[in-house]
């Protein structure tokens, strides 16, 4: 049996990357690639840990919503970021900055 | 409905009803305002007239008079306790005096805006609100209900400065009351302290009443305001903090010095009725305010730090004086003139005798009618050549020779001239500070003395206004224009001066009519502050 | 599975019990279904069929609700501890309901959403979905419903800010706000699996998962509390969660700005409260603090006020400046949850009210004026007040409010936040509630100088351009007019609310 | 007469003293009295003066008159006003309004043809009035009060013609120095309330009154069971000298009194030689006992030195009225000196003596420059009618006003026969006798006095040769003859009963010793020196023969013509004619002192308290938007200090607000980690 703490590991690597992915790509799509790579590494340690929760299994049915909720959100952001690209004839965020102090 | 709660919203009413009045009237709205302003300046006689002396007031609400008690506002808050705040209202011999003097200095104000010509229905309306509130602060003895109409004089003293005030009345609109809001705004922390540290010792909750807030034994055991438990911020003790903190929310609007540096621009900029009630009521509010809540409410605190109130007195009036005596704007010059005289009462209360703080309160009273009468007679020649500055003017006795003695008794009644009321309220409040010395020695006697020497700069500066503007031959920076435009006083002027002039000389001849309304109270005052 | 299998039943009685607690909730489903059709079979511009379905259906679920919070005394958990039904629910439930039918008021007194070429009907049919979502998180009480709640709202909320897009700074905005609230709830996530793998358990209102992070080391439950309330703080826009709200605010169409900027605010309170509360219980019943809630919120809260007000001082954008003062009141609300008490809530829930009541007519009037005179820059405000006489009256009565000064509701609301930050100092004598006190105050008299930026312009200085005499008042007019005159009976008493 | 009672007399002296207000009220606010006021005045103090007759017959030498009326309570202290009436108030009482009766009569023709006249009535109405209460009043605070508004309507007629700038330069100079004093005065009360909580004249200052009581022992001073350091006796009683000193214009405070003779002559002579400057005098009588012997010999070397300055400087100018306003100063210098050394009763005798006389030389004076003044009217001519140089040989114009002037003359000087003589040299005696107990160096006290006095008579000879003998020099001036005419009936019958009070009978029957005139009879002596009986002699005689000395000298000078050495280079002169340069040296000291203080102070509140606000934090400003920051939004109404702070503040953190997404969530991140660093890891680094 794997234990848990690789599974940890690996998480947290995802989440990682996720991060620099979001805070360094010059493009919204890999932005959003950058943030399902967080949220996926949040859904293995829900499925992780959940192997652990016999009674409930709340991890994977917390899993399997957030799944369902990210493929929501996902196909939101990409619309906006369609409308953007309208707009802007960009979808690099440094140059999306018209809003600002 | 008792006098007290229609002497506040008598105006309201009037304020309502010009707001309802069509704008086609708006030449009438002065007579509605009028009218509401004369009513309760009857109201406010009979007050005076019924007002029973022996009644001292001060901490027990049996001695108040006019008395108004409705619970208001009942709140469950959990555990936090019940919130009760109660419609609260009544008189001492405190307060009494300052109804009497805000209906007569509303009256002035309301004369001398008579020629007001821009939105009519906007000004009165604030006017009348701006009346209210200061008959609120006057008459409330629950915390939060004077907080309400403290922070209530605010807003519309901003747009009647702000809007029908001079040059530079944004900045100077503004300046006000971001001072005043920063010594209220902690003072609300305090108000908030006190309410947790007192109970009620009829119902157990905790109260705003004013008046418990007075008696030491209302105090939680372990509360951070609790006399015997004595807690300390930053070691400070607590009380002597919130002393602090109270006393500078209400030294901003006294002004003390160094506090004070909104006074002169609001008072310049503002427009001649709204300095006029700026120096002749609120001003005093900031008196009253260190009277009612600061003496009475924080006691051993205020003993503590009465040599530096003392201080702080005596630099305000040498250094109002001082600066008075450097200015060429005339208005100017009385609103530093204006500090000075407030420094007397500060030194009066500091002192903490019975001579000091009815002197303070005489001369709170006198220089609400003589501050008025000074700004009126700035705003005369302001309207007719809308110019003020000192050198500007020459000889003003040979064509304006009625308004040159009205300018001739009210200079000479505030820089103390015996037979008017500033010369009663300024010699009792140095005797008072002499005194304290010998009596419970809070003040050294050179803070008296110093403070005498205001008296003579007083009388520098304005007899050097009086010979450079109102003697030697008529020259005018305007020409034969401005000799065409100053036309002497009017009837309605006359009116509203005179009736200044002779409150002063009632009260400098007679100290008595206000002295015998207050002593019960400033005795009690004392006694209450010698308990602890 | 078969394990499970004995207590299959007794899971389902007890979600159909469940049911009859819903109903509101259930109401709204079928008006964001009933108008997805009316939409959809009626099509075009004339959206007045899916505005009124849409209101009717916010109504009856506000009325539902109304019920409820006569019948309901104690709180009840409901499916399997997923939710549960409180008076603190119900009134935070009755305050989404309220701001929500302010929003469809706002939205048709809109005219450049009025004249959008897709119609209204989608936007009308989001709303019973984000009030479902804001129902869910007033009474969210594990992981998943937090997660699931604030999901609801975040992704109605993209949509509504990105759905006029007639312009580039709209699209700029939704861009924005869905992927910084995207990362957030990301991050959020990654904080509860944590949580959910040092407790076992999703559940908030289980005592259990106190008692179970007692046992871990205490950066790691820190790192995991920090990670989960990101997403918490997205929502309420605290700092340095902040960054997203003026941009956002400033490009959405104002009415849907002054939703974003009350609604799913408070229902982030709602959940900070529920998250907060075992945590405070549990400390106060052994005296183990697992995570130094106190000091943590209190840096949060006093940062949050020194920036949202001190950033609004150089706003000329009114919409912006109104952005940073909603971030400044998070920061002043956020003081009252230091001193949260299991029963203060009541005095943070009439802030709330308030705080809704204040920020929906400012936005309101702020939208009057750009229609009427196309400005939106505070100096551009020269003169309005004999232009726009009761709109801007209301304006400066609605600002005296936001302020805190009496004798507006704003000003009790102050108070109450006031007084049990004070009760808080008291029972403990930090030096760090002392400061927020202090902040709070000081702050407050700083927002005096942007709020009266307005009325300085607006009365105090002569306008620069030519104004027709007097603009008539409209229905929003007196919308505006009747929220004022409800924040100063608000001010003059504060019971009624009770 | 004895039939009057008490409280008769009392409402009769109130009466006195509230008749001359009436005419103030009445011819200031009823309508149509304006040109009455003289009959209307004239009515009005004669009344007071017939009441004062009364009075003074009931009271002289009888029990004094004390009723007491409450006035107001104050805290505990229940303020009590009364008359005190005892021989020195119904003394001065008599003498004020006698004095004020005839001038009043003077004025009728001497100020005729002014058009602002009903204002001269009603001032000196106001004047009147405040004089006798204030020699009436049984306390101190009211003897305060009356103190001041004699002042104020002494600084009314100063400024009578307030067109010219002299006048009204005059007025303030005479208020604000009298204002000065005032604050001794002041502090004396307070000092003397704060001990004795009562401001009773009569209980605090009579036979057996509490000052009596009181004691000093050690450095404290004691009263029941009040105590306070010993040094506030010595500085209440110089805080009432003080203020004693700015009335009567002693030095270093005298300044003013040669200004103030900007005012009609008719005012000066009424209050600027005869009755106002004297208040200092009765004040120092009327509280006596406050005296302690350090204080005594202040005021003793104070009132020496005033008389030998005054005199010093009175030899030299040339203006009429200045000669006689610094000899007024220094026979104030004389009362005082005689305060000083206990002679309380020979200087009350001189300032009765000094009314009269001095009242007629101004008088006298006075009609000189009206017939000149005329002259220079008349004839459209443009001259100093003040200016002794211009005048000369008038005794042959105006001779009784020529007699009458030298009779006050030779009173002023002291000789023999006159009632300056029996009043002056019982000063110079009771000092010489004074200075014998006090030792050597107290010597110098009554030979200044001396030489004050021989000064006196040479100024004064210098003053009538110059204008009555020789010849009419604006003849020369102008190359052609004029002639004048004597005073109207009015002016002139006044000279002549005031010349008739200038002689001894009146005062004493003995012509060359005063110490049976009934006035030193009448008044307490405080002295306790020994009778030296050669000074009786010796130092009238000395006195007598040095002044007919100089008096031939200055004839010799200034009689007959003009043979008088020229000393105007000599240094010493220059120091006399421009009065010591103590005017400029004021002017420097004070004046220019406070006005830089005021300044300073003016641009201090601009600059380092608003500054103090305004400006912190300002720097950091001024790098992102001086010019903006300036102009426009200085007005934005966000200027104070704290405005700047926040806007420092403010703007720092809109650094962060990029717009771009990117950023946000990196800074997100960063405060995060912070935040979580500090907290959790910060003991470990």
Same mark, same amino acid.
């Given at each position: 049996?794997?234990?848990?703490?690789?599974?940890?590991?690996?998480?947290?690597?995802?989440?990682?990357?996720?991060?620099?992915?979001?805070?360094?790509?010059?493009?919204?799509?890999?932005?959003?690639?950058?943030?399902?790579?967080?949220?996926?590494?949040?859904?293995?340690?829900?499925?992780?840990?959940?192997?652990?929760?016999?009674?409930?299994?709340?991890?994977?049915?917390?899993?399997?919503?957030?799944?369902?909720?990210?493929?929501?959100?996902?196909?939101?952001?990409?619309?906006?970021?369609?409308?953007?690209?309208?707009?802007?004839?960009?979808?690099?965020?440094?140059?999306?900055?018209?809003?600002?102090? | 409905?008792?006098?007290?709660?229609?002497?506040?919203?008598?105006?309201?009413?009037?304020?309502?009803?010009?707001?309802?009045?069509?704008?086609?009237?708006?030449?009438?709205?002065?007579?509605?305002?009028?009218?509401?302003?004369?009513?309760?300046?009857?109201?406010?006689?009979?007050?005076?007239?019924?007002?029973?002396?022996?009644?001292?007031?001060?901490?027990?609400?049996?001695?108040?008079?006019?008395?108004?008690?409705?619970?208001?506002?009942?709140?469950?808050?959990?555990?936090?306790?019940?919130?009760?705040?109660?419609?609260?209202?009544?008189?001492?011999?405190?307060?009494?005096?300052?109804?009497?003097?805000?209906?007569?200095?509303?009256?002035?104000?309301?004369?001398?805006?008579?020629?007001?010509?821009?939105?009519?229905?906007?000004?009165?309306?604030?006017?009348?609100?701006?009346?209210?509130?200061?008959?609120?602060?006057?008459?409330?003895?629950?915390?939060?209900?004077?907080?309400?109409?403290?922070?209530?004089?605010?807003?519309?003293?901003?747009?009647?400065?702000?809007?029908?005030?001079?040059?530079?009345?944004?900045?100077?609109?503004?300046?006000?009351?971001?001072?005043?809001?920063?010594?209220?705004?902690?003072?609300?922390?305090?108000?908030?302290?006190?309410?947790?540290?007192?109970?009620?010792?009829?119902?157990?909750?905790?109260?705003?009443?004013?008046?418990?807030?007075?008696?030491?034994?209302?105090?939680?055991?372990?509360?951070?305001?609790?006399?015997?438990?004595?807690?300390?911020?930053?070691?400070?003790?607590?009380?002597?903090?919130?002393?602090?903190?109270?006393?500078?929310?209400?030294?901003?609007?006294?002004?003390?010095?160094?506090?004070?540096?909104?006074?002169?621009?609001?008072?310049?900029?503002?427009?001649?009725?709204?300095?006029?009630?700026?120096?002749?009521?609120?001003?005093?509010?900031?008196?009253?305010?260190?009277?009612?809540?600061?003496?009475?409410?924080?006691?051993?605190?205020?003993?503590?730090?009465?040599?530096?109130?003392?201080?702080?007195?005596?630099?305000?009036?040498?250094?109002?004086?001082?600066?008075?005596?450097?200015?060429?704007?005339?208005?100017?010059?009385? @609103?530093?003139? &204006?500090? /000075?005289?407030? !420094?007397?009462?500060?030194?009066?209360? #500091?002192? +903490?005798? =019975?001579? *000091? $703080?009815?002197?303070?309160?005489?001369?709170?009273?006198?220089?609400?009618?003589?501050?008025?009468?000074?700004?009126?007679?700035?705003?005369?020649?302001?309207?007719?050549?809308?110019?003020?500055?000192?050198?500007?003017?020459?000889?003003?006795?040979?064509?304006?020779?009625?308004?040159?003695?009205?300018?001739?008794?009210?200079?000479?009644?505030?820089?103390?001239?015996?037979?008017?009321?500033?010369?009663?309220?300024?010699?009792?409040?140095?005797?008072? @500070?002499?005194? &304290?010395? /010998?009596?419970? !020695?809070?003040?050294?006697?050179?803070? #008296?003395? +110093?403070? =005498?020497? *205001? $008296?003579?700069?007083?009388?520098?500066?304005?007899?050097?206004?009086?010979?450079?503007?109102?003697?030697?031959?008529?020259?005018?920076?305007?020409?034969?224009?401005?000799?065409?435009?100053?036309?002497?006083?009017?009837?309605?002027?006359?009116?509203?001066?005179?009736?200044?002039?002779?409150?002063?000389?009632?009260?400098?001849?007679?100290?008595?009519?206000?002295?015998?309304?207050?002593?019960?109270?400033?005795?009690?005052?004392?006694?209450?502050?010698?308990?602890? | 599975?078969?394990?499970?299998?004995?207590?299959?039943?007794?899971?389902?009685?007890?979600?159909?019990?469940?049911?009859?607690?819903?109903?509101?909730?259930?109401?709204?489903?079928?008006?964001?279904?009933?108008?997805?059709?009316?939409?959809?079979?009626?099509?075009?511009?004339?959206?007045?069929?899916?505005?009124?379905?849409?209101?009717?259906?916010?109504?009856?679920?506000?009325?539902?609700?109304?019920?409820?919070?006569?019948?309901?005394?104690?709180?009840?958990?409901?499916?399997?501890?997923?939710?549960?039904?409180?008076?603190?629910?119900?009134?935070?439930?009755?305050?989404?309901?309220?701001?929500?039918?302010?929003?469809?008021?706002?939205?048709?007194?809109?005219?450049?959403?009025?004249?959008?070429?897709?119609?209204?009907?989608?936007?009308?049919?989001?709303?019973?979905?984000?009030?479902?979502?804001?129902?869910?998180?007033?009474?969210?009480?594990?992981?998943?419903?937090?997660?699931?709640?604030?999901?609801?709202?975040?992704?109605?909320?993209?949509?509504?800010?990105?759905?006029?897009?007639?312009?580039?700074?709209?699209?700029?905005?939704?861009?924005?706000?869905?992927?910084?609230?995207?990362?957030?709830?990301?991050?959020?996530?990654?904080?509860?699996?944590?949580?959910?793998?040092?407790?076992?358990?999703?559940?908030?209102?289980?005592?259990?998962?106190?008692?179970?992070?007692?046992?871990?080391?205490?950066?790691?439950?820190?790192?995991?509390?920090?990670?989960?309330?990101?997403?918490?703080?997205?929502?309420?826009?605290?700092?340095?969660?902040?960054?997203?709200?003026?941009?956002?605010?400033?490009?959405?169409?104002?009415?849907?700005?002054?939703?974003?900027?009350?609604?799913?605010?408070?229902?982030?309170?709602?959940?900070?409260?529920?998250?907060?509360?075992?945590?405070?219980?549990?400390?106060?019943?052994?005296?183990?603090?697992?995570?130094?809630?106190?000091?943590?919120?209190?840096?949060?809260?006093?940062?949050?006020?020194?920036?949202?007000?001190?950033?609004?001082?150089?706003?000329?954008?009114?919409?912006?400046?109104?952005?940073?003062?909603?971030?400044?009141?998070?920061?002043?609300?956020?003081?009252?949850?230091?001193?949260?008490?299991?029963?203060?809530?009541?005095?943070?829930?009439?802030?709330?009210?308030?705080?809704?009541?204040?920020?929906?007519?400012?936005?309101?009037?702020?939208?009057?004026?750009?229609?009427?005179?196309?400005?939106?820059?505070?100096?551009?405000?020269?003169?309005?007040?004999?232009?726009?006489?009761?709109?801007?009256?209301?304006?400066?009565?609605?600002?005296?409010?936001?302020?805190?000064?009496?004798?507006?509701?704003?000003?009790?609301?102050?108070?109450?936040?006031?007084?049990?930050?004070?009760?808080?100092?008291?029972?403990?004598?930090?030096?760090?509630?002392?400061?927020?006190?202090?902040?709070?105050?000081?702050?407050?008299?700083?927002?005096?100088?942007?709020?009266?930026?307005?009325?300085?312009?607006?009365?105090?200085?002569?306008?620069?351009?030519?104004?027709?005499?007097?603009?008539?008042?409209?229905?929003?007019?007196?919308?505006?007019?009747?929220?004022?005159?409800?924040?100063?009976?608000?001010?003059?008493?504060?019971?009624?609310?009770? | 007469?004895?039939?009057?009672?008490?409280?008769?007399?009392?409402?009769?002296?109130?009466?006195?003293?509230?008749?001359?207000?009436?005419?103030?009220?009445?011819?200031?606010?009823?309508?149509?009295?304006?040109?009455?006021?003289?009959?209307?005045?004239?009515?009005?103090?004669?009344?007071?003066?017939?009441?004062?007759?009364?009075?003074?017959?009931?009271?002289?030498?009888?029990?004094?008159?004390?009723?007491?009326?409450?006035?107001?309570?104050?805290?505990?202290?229940?303020?009590?006003?009364?008359?005190?009436?005892?021989?020195?108030?119904?003394?001065?009482?008599?003498l004020?309004?006698f004095i004020?009766?005839l001038?009043?009569?003077?004025?009728?023709?001497?100020?005729?043809?002014?058009?602002?006249?009903?204002?001269?009535?009603?001032?000196?109405?106001?004047?009147?009035?405040?004089?006798?209460?204030?020699?009436?009043?049984?306390?101190?605070?009211?003897?305060?009060?009356?103190?001041?508004?004699?002042?104020?309507?002494?600084?009314?007629?100063?400024?009578?013609?307030?067109?010219?700038?002299?006048?009204?330069?005059?007025?303030?100079?005479?208020?604000?120095?009298?204002?000065?004093?005032?604050?001794?005065?002041?502090?004396?009360?307070?000092?003397?309330?704060?001990?004795?909580?009562?401001?009773?004249?009569?209980?605090?200052?009579?036979?057996?009154?509490?000052?009596?009581?009181?004691?000093?022992?050690?450095?404290?001073?004691?009263?029941?069971?009040?105590?306070?350091?010993?040094?506030?006796?010595?500085?209440?009683?110089?805080?009432?000298?003080?203020?004693?000193?700015?009335?009567?214009?002693?030095?270093?405070?005298?300044?003013?009194?040669?200004?103030?003779?900007?005012?009609?002559?008719?005012?000066?002579s009424?209050?600027?030689a005869a009755?106002?400057?004297?208040?200092?005098?009765?004040?120092?009588?009327?509280?006596?006992?406050?005296?302690?012997?350090?204080?005594?010999?202040?005021?003793?070397?104070?009132?020496?030195?005033?008389?030998?300055?005054?005199?010093?400087?009175?030899?030299?100018?040339?203006?009429?009225?200045?000669?006689?306003?610094?000899?007024?100063?220094?026979?104030?210098?004389?009362?005082?000196?005689?305060?000083?050394?206990?002679?309380?009763?020979?200087?009350?005798?001189h300032l009765v003596t000094h009314a009269f006389f001095k009242c007629l030389l101004f008088l006298?004076?006075?009609?000189?420059?009206?017939?000149?003044?005329?002259?220079?009217?008349?004839?459209?001519?443009?001259?100093?009618?003040?200016?002794?140089?211009?005048?000369?040989?008038?005794?042959?114009?105006?001779?009784?006003?020529?007699?009458?002037?030298?009779l006050a003359?030779?009173a002023l000087?002291?000789?023999?026969?006159t009632s300056g003589?029996?009043s002056?040299?019982?000063?110079?005696?009771?000092?010489?006798?004074?200075?014998?107990?006090?030792?050597?160096?107290?010597?110098?006290?009554?030979?200044?006095?001396?030489?004050?006095?021989?000064?006196?008579?040479?100024?004064?000879?210098?003053?009538?040769?110059?204008?009555?003998?020789?010849?009419?020099?604006?003849?020369?001036?102008?190359?052609?003859?004029?002639?004048?005419?004597?005073?109207?009936?009015?002016?002139?019958?006044?000279?002549?009963v005031l010349a008739i009070f200038c002689l001894?009978?009146l005062f004493?029957?003995?012509?060359?010793?005063?110490?049976?005139?009934?006035?030193?009879?009448?008044?307490?002596?405080?002295?306790?020196?020994?009778?030296?009986?050669?000074?009786?002699?010796?130092?009238?005689?000395?006195?007598?023969?040095?002044?007919?000395?100089?008096?031939?000298?200055?004839?010799?000078?200034?009689?007959?013509?003009?043979?008088?050495?020229?000393?105007?280079?000599?240094?010493?002169?220059?120091?006399?004619?421009?009065?010591?340069?103590?005017?400029?040296?004021?002017?420097?000291?004070?004046?220019?002192?406070?006005?830089?203080?005021?300044?300073?102070?003016?641009?201090?509140?601009?600059?380092?308290?608003?500054?103090?606000?305004?400006?912190?934090?300002?720097?950091?400003?001024?790098?992102?938007?001086?010019?903006?920051?300036?102009?426009?939004?200085?007005?934005?109404?966000?200027?104070?200090?704290?405005?700047?702070?926040?806007?420092?503040?403010?703007?720092?953190?809109?650094?962060?607000?990029?717009?771009?997404?990117?950023?946000?969530?990196?800074?997100?991140?960063?405060?995060?980690?912070?935040?979580?660093?500090?907290?959790?890891?910060?003991?470990?680094?």
């Amino acid at each position: 049996m794997i234990p848990l703490s690789h599974y940890m590991l690996i998480s947290a690597a995802l989440f990682s990357i996720g991060i620099y992915a979001v805070l360094s790509k010059r493009n919204a799509i890999m932005i959003l690639i950058g943030i399902e790579f967080m949220l996926n590494a949040a859904i293995l340690n829900f499925v992780a840990f959940s192997k652990h929760d016999k009674f409930a299994a709340s991890g994977q049915v917390f899993a399997l919503f957030a799944i369902v909720l990210a493929a929501a959100a996902v196909a939101v952001s990409l619309a906006i970021i369609l409308n953007v690209y309208k707009y802007y004839k960009t979808i690099d965020p440094t140059k999306i900055d018209k809003l600002r102090d | 409905m008792s006098l007290l709660s229609l002497l506040i919203f008598l105006p309201i009413v009037a304020g309502i009803l010009i707001l309802l009045l069509p704008s086609a009237w708006q030449q009438r709205y002065k007579y509605v305002a009028l009218g509401a302003v004369l009513l309760q300046m009857l109201i406010s006689a009979y007050i005076y007239i019924n007002f029973d002396n022996t009644l001292s007031g001060i901490a027990d609400q049996s001695t108040f008079q006019l008395v108004e008690r409705i619970p208001w506002i009942r709140l469950n808050l959990g555990a936090l306790g019940n919130l009760e705040i109660d419609y609260f209202l009544g008189i001492d011999g405190l307060s009494m005096p300052f109804l009497v003097l805000t209906s007569l200095v509303m009256l002035v104000a309301l004369l001398a805006s008579w020629d007001i010509q821009k939105n009519l229905k906007g000004y009165f309306a604030l006017f009348l609100l701006l009346d209210c509130a200061v008959m609120g602060v006057f008459s409330a003895l629950d915390f939060f209900l004077f907080y309400i109409f403290y922070e209530l004089m605010l807003l519309p003293l901003y747009f009647l400065i702000g809007m029908w005030g001079g040059v530079r009345r944004e900045y100077a609109a503004i300046k006000f009351f971001l001072y005043t809001l920063l010594g209220s705004v902690f003072m609300l922390l305090v108000i908030i302290g006190l309410y947790f540290s007192v109970t009620d010792p009829e119902t157990g909750g905790h109260t705003f009443n004013m008046l418990h807030m007075m008696n030491p034994a209302n105090y939680a055991q372990d509360s951070i305001f609790s006399v015997i438990a004595g807690q300390e911020i930053f070691g400070v003790s607590a009380r002597l903090l919130a002393f602090i903190v109270l006393f500078v929310a209400f030294a901003i609007k006294v002004p003390i010095v160094p506090l004070h540096t909104w006074l002169p621009d609001a008072h310049v900029e503002a427009p001649t009725p709204v300095s006029i009630i700026l120096a002749g009521v609120l001003l005093k509010i900031g008196g009253y305010g260190i009277l009612r809540v600061c003496l009475s409410i924080f006691p051993d605190a205020a003993i503590q730090s009465a040599w530096w109130l003392g201080l702080i007195g005596v630099a305000s009036i040498l250094y109002g004086a001082l600066n008075a005596l450097a200015q060429r704007d005339l208005k100017r010059l009385i @609103a530093y003139s &204006s500090i /000075s005289h407030m !420094g007397f009462v500060l030194l009066g209360i #500091a002192s +903490a005798t =019975s001579e *000091g $703080i009815s002197g303070a309160m005489m001369q709170m009273i006198s220089h609400g009618f003589l501050s008025s009468m000074l700004f009126f007679l700035v705003g005369v020649i302001y309207e007719r050549v809308h110019n003020r500055e000192i050198p500007n003017f020459r000889g003003l006795a040979l064509i304006m020779p009625r308004y040159t003695v009205f300018v001739m008794i009210a200079f000479f009644a505030s820089l103390g001239l015996p037979g008017f009321s500033a010369f009663i309220a300024e010699a009792f409040s140095l005797i008072g @500070a002499f005194n &304290s010395q /010998s009596i419970n !020695g809070l003040l050294p006697r050179w803070m #008296a003395v +110093a403070g =005498s020497v *205001g $008296i003579l700069l007083g009388a520098s500066y304005l007899l050097w206004t009086l010979q450079r503007m109102f003697f030697g031959e008529t020259r005018l920076w305007g020409g034969d224009e401005w000799k065409a435009k100053l036309t002497d006083v009017n009837g309605r002027e006359v009116f509203a001066l005179t009736s200044l002039a002779l409150m002063s000389l009632a009260l400098g001849i007679l100290p008595s009519l206000a002295f015998d309304k207050m002593n019960a109270s400033v005795l009690e005052l004392i006694q209450l502050m010698n308990i602890r | 599975m078969n394990e499970y299998l004995p207590y299959l039943s007794e899971l389902l009685s007890e979600a159909l019990s469940g049911i009859s607690f819903i109903l509101p909730e259930i109401a709204l489903v079928l008006t964001f279904l009933l108008v997805i059709v009316v939409d959809l079979f009626i099509p075009g511009k004339n959206s007045v069929n899916t505005s009124a379905i849409a209101l009717t259906g916010i109504i009856i679920s506000a009325y539902l609700n109304y019920q409820q919070s006569l019948s309901i005394e104690k709180g009840l958990s409901l499916f399997s501890g997923s939710i549960v039904l409180d008076r603190v629910a119900i009134g935070f439930k009755l305050i989404f309901a309220f701001v929500t039918v302010l929003f469809v008021v706002f939205i048709k007194g809109n005219t450049a959403l009025k004249r959008h070429n897709k119609g209204l009907g989608d936007l009308y049919m989001l709303l019973p979905a984000v009030l479902l979502g804001l129902n869910l998180m007033a009474m969210a009480s594990n992981l998943l419903m937090v997660y699931i709640s604030i999901e609801m709202v975040s992704i109605a909320s993209y949509l509504m800010v990105g759905y006029v897009s007639g312009e580039g700074k709209q699209t700029e905005a939704s861009m924005k706000y869905a992927l910084f609230g995207s990362a957030c709830s990301a991050i959020m996530l990654y904080g509860m699996s944590l949580l959910y793998g040092f407790t076992g358990t999703i559940s908030l209102s289980d005592g259990n998962i106190i008692a179970q992070l007692s046992h871990i080391a205490e950066p790691a439950i820190a790192l995991a509390i920090l990670l989960t309330l990101v997403g918490i703080g997205f929502k309420l826009s605290f700092v340095p969660l902040h960054f997203w709200s003026p941009d956002v605010y400033q490009g959405a169409p104002t009415p849907v700005t002054a939703f974003l900027s009350t609604a799913p605010k408070i229902a982030g309170f709602a959940i900070l409260i529920r998250f907060l509360i075992p945590f405070y219980g549990y400390g106060a019943a052994t005296g183990i603090q697992v995570f130094d809630f106190e000091t943590t919120i209190t840096v949060i809260a006093i940062a949050t006020m020194i920036l949202g007000n001190f950033a609004a001082i150089w706003q000329n954008n009114i919409k912006r400046m109104l952005a940073y003062s909603s971030i400044a009141h998070t920061g002043f609300a956020l003081m009252a949850i230091v001193a949260i008490y299991q029963n203060g809530i009541r005095s943070l829930l009439f802030y709330f009210t308030v705080y809704a009541i204040m920020n929906m007519a400012a936005f309101m009037i702020a939208d009057q004026v750009e229609q009427r005179t196309g400005e939106d820059d505070v100096r551009k405000y020269k003169g309005l007040g004999k232009f726009m006489k009761v709109e801007i009256l209301c304006f400066v009565v609605i600002l005296v409010s936001l302020t805190g000064l009496p004798p507006t509701g704003g000003f009790i609301a102050k108070l109450f936040i006031f007084t049990s930050a004070f009760e808080k100092y008291q029972a403990s004598g930090s030096v760090w509630v002392l400061s927020l006190l202090v902040t709070g105050a000081i702050t407050t008299v700083v927002s005096l100088f942007y709020y009266f930026k307005i009325p300085l312009n607006a009365y105090l200085r002569e306008p620069d351009r030519e104004y027709p005499v007097s603009s008539g008042l409209n229905f929003i007019s007196y919308v505006i007019l009747a929220l004022t005159i409800l924040i100063i009976v608000l001010g003059l008493f504060p019971s009624i609310l009770a | 007469m004895d039939t009057f009672t008490k409280e008769t007399i009392s409402l009769l002296a109130l009466i006195a003293t509230l008749l001359p207000l009436f005419s103030f009220a009445g011819i200031l606010l009823v309508p149509g009295s304006r040109d009455r006021g003289s009959f209307f005045s004239i009515l009005n103090i004669a009344t007071s003066l017939l009441i004062s007759v009364v009075i003074f017959l009931n009271v002289w030498n009888k029990q004094p008159i004390h009723q007491q009326f409450d006035w107001f309570i104050i805290g505990d202290w229940r303020f009590k006003i009364g008359i005190l009436i005892n021989n020195l108030s119904a003394l001065m009482l008599l003498l004020i309004s006698f004095i004020a009766t005839l001038v009043h009569v003077y004025s009728t023709k001497y100020m005729e043809g002014d058009p602002y006249i009903f204002r001269y009535w009603a001032y000196l109405g106001l004047f009147c009035f405040s004089m006798f209460g204030l020699v009436i009043t049984d306390n101190l605070l009211l003897l305060y009060m009356f103190w001041e508004l004699v002042g104020f309507s002494s600084y009314l007629l100063i400024g009578f013609w307030f067109t010219r700038e002299t006048a009204v330069q005059a007025n303030k100079k005479a208020f604000l120095m009298n204002r000065l004093g005032d604050l001794g005065f002041l502090t004396g009360i307070m000092i003397v309330f704060s001990q004795f909580q009562t401001l009773d004249v009569n209980l605090l200052f009579s036979e057996g009154g509490f000052f009596k009581r009181s004691l000093v022992q050690g450095d404290l001073w004691y009263f029941s069971s009040n105590h306070m350091p010993a040094v506030w006796l010595t500085i209440a009683g110089l805080a009432f000298f003080f203020g004693a000193t700015a009335k009567s214009a002693q030095f270093p405070l005298h300044t003013w009194l040669p200004d103030a003779m900007e005012g009609p002559t008719s005012v000066s002579s009424l209050i600027h030689a005869a009755t106002m400057v004297a208040a200092g005098v009765f004040l120092i009588a009327r509280i006596y006992p406050i005296f302690n012997p350090t204080v005594l010999i202040v005021i003793a070397s104070i009132g020496a030195f005033t008389a030998f300055m005054a005199a010093t400087i009175a030899l030299t100018q040339n203006d009429i009225k200045r000669i006689l306003a610094y000899s007024t100063i220094s026979q104030l210098g004389f009362m005082m000196l005689a305060m000083g050394v206990g002679a309380v009763a020979p200087a009350i005798f001189h300032l009765v003596t000094h009314a009269f006389f001095k009242c007629l030389l101004f008088l006298a004076a006075g009609a000189v420059i009206h017939e000149l003044h005329h002259l220079k009217d008349k004839k459209g001519l443009d001259f100093d009618h003040q200016d002794i140089r211009n005048m000369g040989g008038l005794r042959k114009f105006m001779p009784i006003t020529f007699i009458t002037m030298l009779l006050a003359s030779l009173a002023l000087i002291g000789l023999p026969f006159t009632s300056g003589y029996l009043s002056k040299d019982a000063i110079l005696i009771q000092s010489f006798e004074w200075a014998e107990s006090q030792g050597s160096i107290a010597r110098i006290i009554p030979y200044t006095a001396l030489f004050a006095s021989w000064m006196t008579a040479f100024y004064v000879a210098r003053l009538i040769f110059k204008v009555f003998f020789g010849e009419l020099r604006l003849n020369v001036l102008f190359g052609q003859a004029f002639s004048l005419h004597e005073a109207p009936v009015a002016m002139k019958s006044v000279l002549v009963v005031l010349a008739i009070f200038c002689l001894f009978p009146l005062f004493s029957l003995n012509p060359f010793h005063a110490s049976h005139a009934w006035i030193i009879e009448g008044l307490p002596y405080f002295s306790t020196t020994p009778t030296v009986e050669s000074y009786h002699i010796l130092i009238p005689a000395v006195v007598s023969i040095a002044a007919i000395i100089l008096i031939l000298i200055g004839y010799k000078w200034y009689g007959k013509n003009e043979k008088a050495p020229d000393y105007t280079k000599a240094a010493v002169f220059r120091f006399s004619q421009e009065q010591w340069y103590l005017n400029r040296l004021y002017k420097v000291m004070f004046v220019d002192s406070v006005l830089g203080l005021a300044r300073t102070a003016f641009s201090f509140d601009r600059t380092i308290v608003d500054g103090i606000v305004n400006f912190s934090g300002k720097i950091i400003i001024v790098l992102s938007a001086v010019s903006e920051w300036l102009d426009r939004k200085v007005v934005d109404g966000l200027v104070n200090g704290v405005a700047s702070v926040a806007r420092t503040i403010g703007n720092f953190v809109r650094h962060f607000q990029t717009g771009r997404l990117q950023h946000y969530l990196l800074f997100m991140i960063l405060i995060l980690l912070t935040f979580f660093v500090l907290k959790y890891f910060s003991q470990a680094i």
